[in-house]
Protein backbone atom coordinates (compact mmCIF):
# COMPACT_ATOMS: atom_id res chain seq x y z
CA UNK A 1 0.00 0.00 0.00
CA UNK A 2 2.79 2.29 0.65
CA UNK A 3 4.42 1.73 -2.60
CA UNK A 4 1.07 2.26 -4.48
CA UNK A 5 0.91 6.21 -2.01
CA UNK A 6 4.51 6.54 -2.89
CA UNK A 7 4.07 5.83 -6.69
CA UNK A 8 0.89 8.17 -7.23
CA UNK A 9 2.74 10.81 -5.30
CA UNK A 10 5.69 11.26 -7.55
CA UNK A 11 3.24 10.39 -10.63
CA UNK A 12 1.41 13.43 -9.81
CA UNK A 13 4.20 15.65 -9.69
CA UNK A 14 6.12 14.81 -12.31
CA UNK A 15 2.97 13.70 -15.06
CA UNK A 16 2.43 17.46 -15.98
CA UNK A 17 6.56 18.19 -15.99
CA UNK A 18 8.22 15.30 -17.95
CA UNK A 19 5.51 12.37 -18.62
CA UNK A 20 7.78 10.40 -21.19
CA UNK A 21 10.60 11.03 -18.96
CA UNK A 22 8.64 9.66 -15.59
CA UNK A 23 7.65 6.26 -17.20
CA UNK A 24 11.50 5.82 -18.41
CA UNK A 25 12.92 6.00 -15.22
CA UNK A 26 10.11 3.95 -13.36
CA UNK A 27 10.20 1.19 -15.68
CA UNK A 28 14.00 1.41 -15.52
CA UNK A 29 13.85 1.05 -11.84
CA UNK A 30 11.14 -1.68 -11.60
CA UNK A 31 13.22 -3.78 -14.14
CA UNK A 32 16.63 -3.24 -11.80
CA UNK A 33 14.31 -4.17 -8.24
CA UNK A 34 13.20 -7.10 -10.25
CA UNK A 35 15.98 -8.59 -11.56
CA UNK A 36 18.08 -8.32 -8.58
CA UNK A 37 16.67 -11.50 -7.50
CA UNK A 38 16.05 -14.11 -9.80
CA UNK A 39 13.15 -15.67 -8.47
CA UNK A 40 11.66 -12.48 -8.82
CA UNK A 41 11.48 -13.04 -12.42
CA UNK A 42 9.52 -16.68 -12.03
CA UNK A 43 7.01 -14.99 -9.67
CA UNK A 44 6.23 -11.90 -11.78
CA UNK A 45 5.68 -14.12 -14.79
CA UNK A 46 4.10 -16.67 -12.81
CA UNK A 47 1.63 -15.22 -9.83
CA UNK A 48 0.59 -18.43 -8.80
CA UNK A 49 3.95 -19.32 -7.60
CA UNK A 50 3.50 -16.71 -5.02
CA UNK A 51 1.72 -19.51 -2.87
CA UNK A 52 4.87 -21.24 -2.61
CA UNK A 53 6.73 -17.92 -1.25
CA UNK A 54 7.93 -18.02 2.43
CA UNK A 55 6.33 -15.14 4.69
CA UNK A 56 9.43 -12.63 4.32
CA UNK A 57 8.80 -12.89 0.34
CA UNK A 58 5.28 -12.58 -0.08
CA UNK A 59 5.53 -8.32 0.74
CA UNK A 60 8.39 -7.96 -1.76
CA UNK A 61 7.87 -4.35 -2.57
CA UNK A 62 9.56 -4.90 -6.13
CA UNK A 63 7.02 -7.24 -6.91
CA UNK A 64 3.67 -5.16 -5.64
CA UNK A 65 5.15 -2.52 -7.95
CA UNK A 66 5.72 -4.34 -10.72
CA UNK A 67 2.10 -6.54 -10.47
CA UNK A 68 0.70 -3.09 -10.01
CA UNK A 69 1.91 -1.15 -13.18
CA UNK A 70 1.10 -4.63 -15.06
CA UNK A 71 -2.22 -4.22 -13.88
CA UNK A 72 -2.42 -0.74 -15.09
CA UNK A 73 -1.05 -0.56 -18.41
CA UNK A 74 -1.35 -4.43 -19.12
CA UNK A 75 2.56 -4.46 -19.96
CA UNK A 76 3.94 -7.70 -18.78
CA UNK A 77 7.43 -6.49 -16.79
CA UNK A 78 8.73 -10.53 -17.67
CA UNK A 79 11.76 -10.83 -19.32
CA UNK A 80 9.54 -13.16 -21.63
CA UNK A 81 7.10 -10.81 -21.68
CA UNK A 82 8.87 -8.08 -22.47
CA UNK A 83 10.68 -9.77 -25.67
CA UNK A 84 7.24 -10.97 -26.88
CA UNK A 85 5.89 -7.42 -26.55
CA UNK A 86 9.03 -6.18 -28.98
CA UNK A 87 8.97 -9.08 -31.38
CA UNK A 88 5.64 -10.24 -32.05
CA UNK A 89 6.87 -12.90 -33.74
CA UNK A 90 8.30 -15.09 -30.63
CA UNK A 91 4.38 -15.23 -29.17
CA UNK A 92 3.77 -17.30 -32.50
CA UNK A 93 6.53 -20.08 -31.18
CA UNK A 94 6.32 -23.11 -29.47
CA UNK A 95 9.33 -24.09 -27.26
CA UNK A 96 10.53 -27.87 -28.51
CA UNK A 97 8.65 -30.51 -26.85
CA UNK A 98 10.51 -32.13 -23.99
CA UNK A 99 11.64 -35.95 -24.85
CA UNK A 100 9.80 -38.47 -22.90
CA UNK A 101 12.17 -41.13 -21.75
CA UNK A 102 11.39 -44.47 -21.04
CA UNK A 103 12.93 -47.60 -18.91
CA UNK A 104 12.84 -50.83 -20.86
CA UNK A 105 11.80 -53.97 -19.44
CA UNK A 106 15.38 -55.05 -19.97
CA UNK A 107 16.50 -51.60 -18.27
CA UNK A 108 14.22 -52.98 -15.24
CA UNK A 109 15.64 -56.26 -15.03
CA UNK A 110 18.97 -55.10 -14.27
CA UNK A 111 17.74 -52.26 -11.47
CA UNK A 112 16.52 -55.61 -9.91
CA UNK A 113 19.70 -57.33 -10.84
CA UNK A 114 21.72 -54.50 -8.09
CA UNK A 115 19.35 -54.93 -5.68
CA UNK A 116 19.17 -58.59 -5.17
CA UNK A 117 20.70 -60.06 -2.43
CA UNK A 118 21.76 -63.96 -1.99
CA UNK A 119 19.90 -66.03 0.50
CA UNK A 120 22.49 -65.47 3.14
CA UNK A 121 22.81 -68.15 5.94
CA UNK A 122 20.10 -67.46 8.75
CA UNK A 123 23.14 -67.22 11.57
CA UNK A 124 26.49 -65.00 11.14
CA UNK A 125 29.22 -67.65 9.99
CA UNK A 126 32.45 -64.76 9.99
CA UNK A 127 33.30 -61.73 11.98
CA UNK A 128 35.47 -59.57 9.95
CA UNK A 129 37.50 -56.13 11.55
CA UNK A 130 41.11 -54.83 11.08
CA UNK A 131 42.62 -53.92 14.26
CA UNK A 132 45.46 -51.47 12.16
CA UNK A 133 42.49 -49.61 10.54
CA UNK A 134 44.70 -47.45 8.59
CA UNK A 135 47.17 -49.75 7.42
CA UNK A 136 47.78 -49.16 3.41
CA UNK A 137 49.72 -50.37 0.30
CA UNK A 138 52.03 -48.33 -1.13
CA UNK A 139 52.94 -50.04 -4.48
CA UNK A 140 51.69 -48.42 -7.64
CA UNK A 141 51.23 -45.03 -6.05
CA UNK A 142 49.46 -45.66 -2.88
CA UNK A 143 50.50 -44.94 0.53
CA UNK A 144 51.99 -47.39 3.63
CA UNK A 145 49.33 -46.13 6.13
CA UNK A 146 46.46 -43.66 6.27
CA UNK A 147 46.58 -41.80 9.75
CA UNK A 148 43.05 -41.83 11.43
CA UNK A 149 41.07 -43.15 8.45
CA UNK A 150 40.14 -46.29 6.58
CA UNK A 151 43.63 -48.02 4.85
CA UNK A 152 43.66 -50.48 2.48
CA UNK A 153 43.33 -53.50 4.63
CA UNK A 154 39.47 -52.06 4.90
CA UNK A 155 39.21 -52.55 1.33
CA UNK A 156 40.45 -56.56 1.70
CA UNK A 157 37.72 -56.88 4.69
CA UNK A 158 35.13 -56.17 2.10
CA UNK A 159 36.51 -57.84 -0.43
CA UNK A 160 36.04 -61.26 1.43
CA UNK A 161 32.87 -60.13 2.64
CA UNK A 162 31.87 -59.64 -1.15
CA UNK A 163 32.98 -63.87 -2.10
CA UNK A 164 31.50 -65.02 1.25
CA UNK A 165 28.54 -63.40 0.55
CA UNK A 166 27.62 -63.35 -2.80
CA UNK A 167 29.56 -66.81 -3.57
CA UNK A 168 29.15 -69.20 -0.91
CA UNK A 169 25.83 -67.51 0.72
CA UNK A 170 27.84 -67.30 4.04
CA UNK A 171 26.43 -63.80 6.01
CA UNK A 172 29.28 -62.02 7.57
CA UNK A 173 29.37 -59.07 9.67
CA UNK A 174 32.26 -56.61 9.08
CA UNK A 175 33.42 -53.28 11.15
CA UNK A 176 35.16 -50.77 9.76
CA UNK A 177 35.88 -48.90 12.88
CA UNK A 178 38.91 -47.17 13.24
CA UNK A 179 40.82 -48.45 15.93
CA UNK A 180 44.32 -47.12 15.88
CA UNK A 181 43.62 -43.27 15.86
CA UNK A 182 46.31 -44.40 18.47
CA UNK A 183 48.29 -46.83 17.42
CA UNK A 184 49.80 -47.62 20.43
CA UNK A 185 46.31 -48.64 22.65
CA UNK A 186 45.15 -50.34 18.70
CA UNK A 187 44.56 -53.84 20.57
CA UNK A 188 42.73 -52.60 23.18
CA UNK A 189 40.38 -50.54 21.30
CA UNK A 190 39.51 -53.36 18.44
CA UNK A 191 39.55 -55.47 21.99
CA UNK A 192 35.80 -53.83 22.21
CA UNK A 193 34.70 -54.22 18.58
CA UNK A 194 35.64 -58.18 18.83
CA UNK A 195 33.61 -58.37 21.71
CA UNK A 196 30.59 -56.75 20.22
CA UNK A 197 31.00 -59.14 17.43
CA UNK A 198 31.52 -62.51 19.87
CA UNK A 199 28.25 -61.55 21.57
CA UNK A 200 26.18 -60.04 18.80
CA UNK A 201 26.88 -63.46 16.94
CA UNK A 202 27.24 -66.56 18.69
CA UNK A 203 27.03 -69.11 16.12
CA UNK A 204 30.40 -67.21 14.67
CA UNK A 205 32.93 -69.63 13.14
CA UNK A 206 35.75 -67.78 11.83
CA UNK A 207 36.81 -64.70 13.47
CA UNK A 208 39.43 -62.69 11.38
CA UNK A 209 41.40 -59.61 11.71
CA UNK A 210 43.21 -58.87 8.79
CA UNK A 211 46.36 -57.03 8.10
CA UNK A 212 49.37 -55.90 5.69
CA UNK A 213 52.54 -56.74 6.83
CA UNK A 214 55.74 -54.78 6.25
CA UNK A 215 59.78 -54.70 5.62
CA UNK A 216 59.54 -57.09 3.22
CA UNK A 217 61.23 -56.04 -0.55
CA UNK A 218 58.47 -55.99 -4.00
CA UNK A 219 59.76 -59.39 -4.90
CA UNK A 220 59.34 -61.13 -1.09
CA UNK A 221 56.01 -59.81 -1.26
CA UNK A 222 54.81 -61.65 -4.50
CA UNK A 223 54.17 -64.89 -4.75
CA UNK A 224 52.96 -67.14 -7.65
CA UNK A 225 49.59 -68.17 -7.99
CA UNK A 226 48.15 -70.08 -11.09
CA UNK A 227 50.89 -68.26 -13.17
CA UNK A 228 50.15 -65.22 -11.88
CA UNK A 229 51.94 -62.79 -9.68
CA UNK A 230 50.09 -61.83 -6.32
CA UNK A 231 49.83 -60.58 -2.23
CA UNK A 232 51.39 -63.43 0.27
CA UNK A 233 49.09 -64.40 2.77
CA UNK A 234 50.38 -65.20 6.38
CA UNK A 235 48.52 -66.70 9.65
CA UNK A 236 49.33 -65.28 12.77
CA UNK A 237 48.80 -67.26 15.79
CA UNK A 238 48.79 -65.93 19.31
CA UNK A 239 49.56 -68.11 22.57
CA UNK A 240 50.26 -67.62 26.22
CA UNK A 241 53.90 -66.89 26.37
CA UNK A 242 53.37 -63.25 27.98
CA UNK A 243 49.66 -63.95 29.27
CA UNK A 244 46.80 -66.37 30.05
CA UNK A 245 45.61 -68.01 27.04
CA UNK A 246 44.71 -71.76 27.82
CA UNK A 247 42.50 -72.24 24.77
CA UNK A 248 45.37 -70.79 21.99
CA UNK A 249 45.51 -74.11 20.27
CA UNK A 250 42.47 -74.77 19.31
CA UNK A 251 43.31 -70.77 17.17
CA UNK A 252 45.98 -72.88 16.06
CA UNK A 253 44.22 -75.85 14.71
CA UNK A 254 42.34 -74.05 12.71
CA UNK A 255 44.62 -71.84 11.12
CA UNK A 256 46.24 -74.95 9.96
CA UNK A 257 43.37 -75.98 8.68
CA UNK A 258 42.65 -72.97 6.84
CA UNK A 259 46.72 -73.17 5.59
CA UNK A 260 46.48 -76.33 4.39
CA UNK A 261 43.28 -75.49 2.53
CA UNK A 262 44.76 -72.87 0.57
CA UNK A 263 47.64 -74.97 -0.21
CA UNK A 264 45.11 -77.22 -1.33
CA UNK A 265 43.24 -74.80 -4.04
CA UNK A 266 46.22 -72.13 -4.42
CA UNK A 267 49.42 -73.54 -4.00
CA UNK A 268 51.96 -70.77 -3.22
CA UNK A 269 49.58 -68.31 -1.80
CA UNK A 270 49.79 -68.98 2.00
CA UNK A 271 53.26 -68.67 3.59
CA UNK A 272 51.97 -70.78 6.55
CA UNK A 273 50.92 -70.41 10.46
CA UNK A 274 53.11 -68.51 12.26
CA UNK A 275 53.11 -68.16 16.42
CA UNK A 276 54.01 -64.99 18.33
CA UNK A 277 53.66 -64.76 22.40
CA UNK A 278 51.06 -61.55 21.78
CA UNK A 279 47.36 -62.66 22.26
CA UNK A 280 46.41 -60.16 19.56
CA UNK A 281 42.57 -60.51 21.01
CA UNK A 282 42.40 -64.06 20.16
CA UNK A 283 41.34 -65.44 23.82
CA UNK A 284 38.15 -64.16 22.89
CA UNK A 285 37.15 -66.65 20.30
CA UNK A 286 38.59 -70.17 19.71
CA UNK A 287 38.60 -69.54 16.11
CA UNK A 288 40.10 -66.07 15.67
CA UNK A 289 43.60 -65.70 13.46
CA UNK A 290 45.13 -62.25 12.11
CA UNK A 291 45.88 -62.65 8.80
CA UNK A 292 48.17 -60.38 6.95
CA UNK A 293 47.57 -59.99 3.47
CA UNK A 294 50.26 -58.97 1.37
CA UNK A 295 52.55 -56.04 2.63
CA UNK A 296 53.56 -52.08 1.91
CA UNK A 297 54.92 -53.23 -1.24
CA UNK A 298 51.98 -54.76 -3.03
CA UNK A 299 49.36 -52.96 -4.71
CA UNK A 300 45.53 -52.94 -3.35
CA UNK A 301 44.56 -54.69 -6.39
CA UNK A 302 47.24 -57.59 -5.97
CA UNK A 303 45.85 -57.70 -1.88
CA UNK A 304 42.37 -57.99 -2.88
CA UNK A 305 42.60 -60.67 -5.33
CA UNK A 306 44.66 -62.50 -2.71
CA UNK A 307 41.88 -62.15 -0.36
CA UNK A 308 39.43 -63.23 -2.81
CA UNK A 309 41.46 -66.41 -2.80
CA UNK A 310 41.31 -66.29 1.24
CA UNK A 311 37.51 -66.34 1.48
CA UNK A 312 37.04 -68.74 -0.88
CA UNK A 313 39.35 -71.19 0.98
CA UNK A 314 37.85 -70.32 4.73
CA UNK A 315 34.06 -71.13 2.64
CA UNK A 316 35.65 -74.42 2.02
CA UNK A 317 36.45 -75.17 5.52
CA UNK A 318 33.03 -73.56 6.89
CA UNK A 319 31.46 -75.72 4.26
CA UNK A 320 33.04 -78.90 5.72
CA UNK A 321 32.15 -78.29 9.41
CA UNK A 322 29.32 -77.68 8.42
CA UNK A 323 28.44 -80.83 6.92
CA UNK A 324 29.81 -82.46 10.03
CA UNK A 325 27.26 -83.94 12.35
CA UNK A 326 29.77 -83.91 15.07
CA UNK A 327 32.64 -81.40 16.09
CA UNK A 328 35.89 -81.77 15.22
CA UNK A 329 38.24 -83.28 17.29
CA UNK A 330 41.78 -83.74 15.78
CA UNK A 331 45.08 -83.56 18.02
CA UNK A 332 47.34 -80.95 18.65
CA UNK A 333 49.46 -80.45 15.73
CA UNK A 334 53.32 -79.82 16.54
CA UNK A 335 54.24 -76.11 15.64
CA UNK A 336 57.52 -76.18 13.21
CA UNK A 337 60.51 -75.75 14.69
CA UNK A 338 58.73 -75.63 18.20
CA UNK A 339 59.37 -72.57 19.50
CA UNK A 340 57.62 -69.44 19.62
CA UNK A 341 58.76 -66.11 17.79
CA UNK A 342 59.61 -63.01 19.34
CA UNK A 343 57.25 -60.03 19.38
CA UNK A 344 58.68 -57.40 17.22
CA UNK A 345 59.62 -54.51 19.15
CA UNK A 346 56.31 -52.52 18.36
CA UNK A 347 54.17 -55.59 19.55
CA UNK A 348 56.17 -55.65 23.08
CA UNK A 349 55.48 -52.17 23.40
CA UNK A 350 51.83 -52.85 23.64
CA UNK A 351 52.04 -55.66 25.58
CA UNK A 352 53.72 -53.31 28.47
CA UNK A 353 52.45 -54.17 31.39
CA UNK A 354 49.99 -57.06 30.97
CA UNK A 355 50.95 -60.36 33.12
CA UNK A 356 53.90 -62.00 31.50
CA UNK A 357 53.34 -66.31 31.73
CA UNK A 358 56.71 -68.36 32.32
CA UNK A 359 58.25 -68.75 28.45
CA UNK A 360 57.41 -72.34 26.71
CA UNK A 361 60.29 -73.66 25.87
CA UNK A 362 58.93 -76.24 23.82
CA UNK A 363 55.05 -77.13 22.61
Given at each position: ??????????????????????L?????????????????????????????????????????????????????????????????????I?????????????????????????????????????????????????????????????????????????E????????????????????????????????????????????????????????E?????T????????????????????????????A???????P??????????????????E???????????????????????????????????????????S?????????I?P?????????????????????
Amino acid sequence: MLCFVFFWYLFAQNWDREPDRFLEQSFQWLMKATLQDPREVLLTSMPALAGQDTPEEMESPARVMSSWVTGLVGVDLSPKGILMAQIPLLAEISPPAAPVVTVTSRDSEKIGDLSAKPNLSKDTLVGIYNTHTGESYAFNGGTERVEGGRGGVVGVAREVQEVLEQEFAIRVSLSDKIHDKQYATSYLESEKTVQELVEQNPKLMALIDIHRDAGRSREASLVEVNGKKTASILIIIGSDARSPFPEWRKNYQFACRLAEKMDEMYPGLCLGVRVKDGRYNQFLHERAILVEVGTTNNSLEEAKASGAMFAKALAQVIEEDLKETKPTTSSDKEIPGGLIEPETPSEAKENQGKTVAAPLKSL
